[in-house]
């Protein structure tokens, strides 16, 4: 997390809503403050650094988390909210820097969270030593993911558009059907998979190590960070942003989009796995939902909500969504909702109808998501590019 | 035989269901360019609310069947519309945001229909002779599926009816091919925005209210479990081409039906690979338009 | 003379958010042809398409006296102003009958005149339109237009990439048009534009840089090089035998609009 802000304050690198400049300048207006990534860089660290001590911590923030920070409840809601934020980030690279599209997201966090689950089922009555076992099938889980990815990246972006988006979702659907349908009893079904805990280290089992396990999140969600940096500033992400931009002017200056659009896709896609072993550890246990449609809308949502055009838009997108998500069905329950007329408390006990509208609201109003606030702040409110004479038409 | 029969005009049942939500979706991408994920939305409520009036009027009879259908059309088609007034039309152009609001009013909706109806199925009556069957060459036919295939078959008709012979019609026919040369014309194209919602909503009531029938039941999830095929439809039909979603719908739902009998219960399945099949030999689909 | 039909006042245009159209200021006199001349990509077309707003665009456009720049293409189009668009875009999955019925905005559209004007489009009024030829594609855009009656009439390149009899044959549609409605006119085939034109105004780097009479510029070699780059090939090859500087280009439509004016 260390210089999500770098970019987000010249230029937001590759907004595909805002677009405040023109995009090609954008990433060397970062040159402007010579301090500035700095500082940033290290208020990042200082933030990460926060973060790791806050299982050491007693910090509460009521209506925000359930309790203070050091219980296993509130850790286990801050890891889940980490490693949405990872997968939201991942998604965004796809769908914000290469205007990839896909409705699939979500089958390859299920890869991860059932392959890895899987594959420590496979391979518990072996007899190899305990870690050995767990590494080998994080192993064998990361590999399953990269073929995925590369089988369904190949076939899906032999088209575009719409069409790259159904073929995702095709995929998607067919991976969701699958578990399903627990063939030969592998994942469970309807019921979930869950974790065999036999091999996997002591230290990552039991409501006791949570926060060994909130770690590890914060881990992942750093570690998919840095990869998304690394991609973005290279020479493929730079590629794929001027592809989104303008497919047919790289197409001229002899550079075949196809494949970096494949290496993106394939990145993004294992670092969606990444996320899914992770959740599949937190949870102890998979549930099939992670591998519905539904799921990757949500995950589009978080994107949205967060801010398409920043990178710090997916994390606080996966973290506000999370939280507000927890918050919001506690709500629900509460007997102050309980106490309202239908019309009221109907809607209100459905967080989902709560976020829906929310996001709604912010596509029609806020166009950068939350992340985009500061630069609106910053810049006056843009005016919605719907032209005037329409609305005054209509 | 019987049993090729049976999953032939059960598939074709099903695929009526299909073109009723794939219908209004096409048209919708076609002139508007627009992925409605609320079309399901559009169907569910049809079907709760056709359900509750049709139940109040005559429950269990033709009578209240009829009043729910046309109740659901016009809730389709009244929800549709305002959809697309208030909330499609302010994005005006700008595809990618028009469906993630359509995205979040899916998603709320849905929610929403939970709180109200309860996440349960509900079972509905239905007139006595749609709960039998009637023996066809040695084949035993549910006749609800009878009353599918009709009822989409005069869908089918009456929109191409309008579209051929109305001049709303020929603007949308002309507005799929080249939208910004209709207001060129002088023709103010987003009223037919608002009509193609209206039509594609009215479809989908319908459906809404014919799926409570083919399943026995309306539940909150009745339109997100038909709009993924009705996409999957849409796609291989071609975006735009209304003949093209009559044929998918027909072998989306068929083939569907011969894989969960022949094959184990994969028509899910061979329905996603037909899909992918058809994008990458045909990536316009079997009837869309050159891209 | 009385009063322009239309004025442009300061219009800029945008694609995607790049400047098409930078600054531009001229005027439509209420009768004749007007030729709105220039290099290739200097900006013709979208000034055409800046003013029916089918582009975003700023600027002041008044038409007869009324603003227009602000309001959607089609109020712009209902206040009488007829378009023949660059390439045509008739709309090929429809009729003859329909493409034309649907352009149809008066309450008495003038079929005599499209049947007398177009009898080959006529006589196959229930083909699709989009199995038509080029030439006969460009005369079903053009009756679109004609069939309503019109203040003022955008024509955008209607000859380019016909045969010669073509090109003949919409100028001659062309100037029966002119006698009633006034007409913008982009156009490549400096023939065609000395036969119509009485006015021309020339666009470089997205500005006007000459507006006139038409003789003055087309009587001055000068001039037509610089504005236009081109060398007037009528003007050398007035052998009549040489059916005006066209011939050559038939088979490659494509050369046939860049080979004048480079």
């Given at each position: 997390m260390n210089q999500q802000l770098t970019d987000s304050a010249p230029a937001s690198t590759g907004s595909a809503t805002e677009a405040p400049a023109p995009a090609p300048d954008g990433r060397a207006g970062g040159a402007t403050s010579g301090r500035r990534p700095l500082v940033l860089l290290i208020g990042g660290i200082a933030l990460v650094v926060v973060l790791a001590i806050l299982p050491l911590l007693a910090i509460e923030i009521p209506g925000v988390l359930p309790g203070p920070t050091y219980t296993p409840g509130t850790l286990q809601l801050l890891a889940y909210a980490m490693l949405i934020a990872a997968l939201a980030l991942s998604y965004r690279m796809m769908f914000g820097l290469a205007g990839l599209l896909s409705f699939g997201h979500a089958l390859f966090f299920a890869a991860g969270a059932y392959g890895l689950g899987m594959a420590l089922e496979y391979f518990a009555p072996v007899e190899w030593q305990s870690e050995l076992i767990f590494l080998a099938s994080i192993v064998v889980t990361l590999i399953f993911g990269i073929v995925l990815a590369a089988t369904v990246g190949s076939l899906a972006l032999r088209v575009t558009g719409i069409s790259f988006a159904m073929v995702t979702l095709a995929f998607a659907q067919a991976g969701s059907v699958l578990i399903r349908r627990n063939p030969g009893g592998a994942t469970g079904g309807d019921e979930g998979l869950s974790l065999d805990i036999a091999n996997v280290p002591d230290a990552l089992v039991g409501v006791l190590n949570t926060r060994n396990l909130y770690w590890l999140s914060l881990g992942i969600l750093v570690f998919v960070y840095l990869v998304v940096l690394w991609v973005e500033r290279s020479r493929a992400g730079h590629v794929a942003e001027a592809t989104r931009e303008n497919e047919l002017r790289v197409r001229v200056l002899g550079i075949r989009p196809y494949q970096v659009k494949f290496l993106i896709f394939i990145v993004a896609s294992t670092l969606a796995a990444i996320a899914g072993m992770g959740y599949l550890l937190l949870q102890s246990g998979a549930s099939p939902r992670v591998a519905t449609a539904d799921f990757t809308l949500t995950i589009l949502v978080i994107v949205v909500l967060g801010g398409v055009g920043y990178r710090w838009g997916a994390i606080v997108g996966g973290i506000v969504y999370t939280l507000l998500d927890q918050r919001l069905t506690a709500l629900a329950g509460s007997d102050f909702i309980a106490g309202l007329p239908a019309v009221l408390r109907v809607p209100l006990s459905e967080p989902l109808f709560i976020l829906g509208t929310l996001f709604i609201l912010v596509v029609l109003f806020l166009p950068g998501g939350i992340a985009g606030i500061p630069q609106r702040i910053r810049t006056g409110?843009?005016?919605?590019?719907?032209e005037s004479e329409e609305a005054a038409d209509a | 035989m019987s049993t090729v029969l049976l999953l032939v005009i059960t598939g074709l049942g099903l695929g009526a269901l299909y073109f009723l939500v794939a219908s209004g979706l096409s048209l919708i991408y076609g002139l508007m360019g627009v992925l409605n994920f609320a079309h399901g939305s559009f169907l569910t409520i049809a079907a709760f609310i056709g359900w509750e009036v049709g139940r109040r009027v005559s429950d269990g009879t033709w009578w209240g069947l009829l009043v729910s259908a046309l109740v659901g059309m016009i809730v389709g088609a009244v929800v549709a519309a305002a959809t697309e007034y208030f909330l499609i039309r302010r994005l005006y152009e700008r595809h990618i945001e028009q469906a993630l609001i359509t995205v979040g009013l899916a998603l709320a909706t849905v929610a929403l229909f939970e709180g109200i109806w309860g996440t349960d199925p509900i079972y509905t009556a239905r007139p006595e002779w749609l709960t039998q069957t009637t023996e066809i060459l040695g084949a035993k036919i549910p006749n609800d599926r009878f009353l599918l295939i009709v009822c989409a078959a005069l869908v089918l008709g009456g929109i191409v009816l309008f579209l051929r012979k109305t001049r709303y019609g020929l603007i949308i026919r002309a507005g799929v091919e080249n939208r910004s040369m209709v207001t060129a014309l002088g023709i103010d194209v987003r009223r037919s925005f608002t009509l193609v919602f209206a039509i594609g909503g009215a479809a989908a009531g319908l459906g809404g209210v014919l799926a409570s029938v083919y399943y026995g039941y309306v539940s909150a999830h009745l339109g997100s479990v038909l709009l993924i095929f009705a996409f999957i439809v849409t796609v291989i039909g071609g975006l735009g081409s209304l003949t093209g979603a009559a044929i998918a719908s027909v072998l989306v739902a068929v083939l569907q039906q011969f894989a969960n009998f022949y094959l184990g219960g994969t028509g899910d399945l061979v329905v996603v690979i037909a899909l992918a099949a058809v994008l990458l030999v045909r990536p316009r689909g079997l009837m869309g338009k050159v891209a | 003379m009385s009063e322009p039909i239309l004025v442009v006042d300061g219009l800029n245009g945008r694609i995607a958010g790049q400047?098409?159209?930078?600054?531009i200021s001229f005027e439509v006199p209420a009768s004749g042809v007007t030729a709105l001349l220039g290099r290739n990509g200097v900006g013709k077309t979208s000034t055409i398409k800046s003013i029916l707003g089918l582009i975003d665009r700023t600027g002041a456009v008044h038409l007869g006296g009324e603003r227009i720049d602000r309001l959607p293409t089609h109020r712009i189009v209902q206040r009488g102003v007829g378009y023949v668009p660059e390439d045509r875009e008739i709309f090929g999955s429809l009729s003859v009958a329909e493409n034309l019925r649907l352009a149809e905005r008066d309450d008495r559209p003038r079929r005599e005149l499209i049947e007398r004007l177009f009898p080959d489009i006529h006589a196959r009024r229930a083909q699709r339109a989009g199995t038509l030829s080029g030439g006969q594609q460009q005369m079903v855009s053009l009756a679109r237009a004609l069939v309503n009656e019109n203040r003022l009439l955008l024509v955008d390149e209607p000859t380019k990439g016909l045969a010669p009899r073509i090109v003949d044959e919409v100028a001659a549609a062309l100037a029966e048009a002119a006698a009633t409605v006034p007409i913008l006119l982009v156009e490549q085939n400096l023939h065609v534009i000395r036969k119509l034109a009485e006015r021309v105004v020339v666009l470089s780097g997205g500005r006007v840089v000459f507006t006139g009479s038409a003789a003055d510029l087309l009587d001055d070699e000068a001039r037509i090089q610089r504005y236009l780059g081109v060398h007037d090939a009528t003007d050398d090859r007035a052998a009549p035998a040489h059916a005006p500087d066209h011939d050559a280009a038939t088979a490659i439509p494509v050369a046939d609009t860049t080979e004048e004016l480079r």
């Open positions: 409110r843009k005016q919605h590019p719907v | - | 400047q098409v159209v930078e600054d």
